[in-house]
């Protein structure tokens, strides 16, 4: 195995998780969303403003055949997903052949606090459409490998959750 891919919701400390787990590991960290924002040469939040959501899972999916590329050329990498990217299931047949995913679950009230300050997040703006879509993604999420509680320890706790079941 040369690559881990967080999936969970916006809010479930994905990129802070992966970092710690990247660093833990001696791989490599990257964060999807950075990868979309560079290929596009602009924001999420102008990416959904412009373009809309459909170019934006486009440029999504050609970021993670990327990356999925990168670890079978032999990169080891710890992946922050943005939260819809497990959700096509040509990503998540793409990341099952690629690594291993790791599912970050948290009570959506933990999630919205850690979000309700965040202003750059295009789908999180409406609490009703938060709690739908945290709802309508929660199957989709369930189709990682593995899924750690995440909503009520510190990032290096989960970070030793997700290491104990990678051994």
């Known amino acids: 195995m040369h690559a881990v891919f967080l999936v969970g919701f916006m809010g479930s400390g994905k990129t802070t998780v992966g ?13 999807l969303d950075d990868d979309i924002e560079s290929a596009a040469g602009m924001t999420i939040p102008e990416i959904f403003a412009t373009c809309g ?8 999916h050609q970021a993670l055949r ?3 590329q990168a670890v079978r050329d032999g990169e080891r990498l710890v992946v922050a997903l943005g939260g819809g990217a497990f959700v096509p299931e040509r990503n998540v047949e793409m990341l099952r052949e690629s690594g291993t995913t790791v599912w970050l679950d948290a009570p959506l009230e933990v999630l919205r606090a850690r979000v309700e300050p965040a202003s750059h997040r295009p789908l999180a703006k409406d609490p009703a459409k938060f709690a739908e879509l945290y709802e309508q993604r929660r199957e989709a999420y369930g189709r990682a490998r593995h899924r750690i509680d995440g909503g009520g320890e510190s990032p290096e706790a989960t970070v ?4 104990a079941v990678l051994e």
């Open 19 to 31: 970092k710690l787990l990247a660093e833990r590991l001696g791989w490599t960290f990257a964060d």
């Open 66 to 68: 990327a990356r999925a």
């Open 53 to 60: 959501e459909s170019w934006f899972r486009d440029i999504e």
């Open 160 to 163: 030793e959750k997700i290491v």
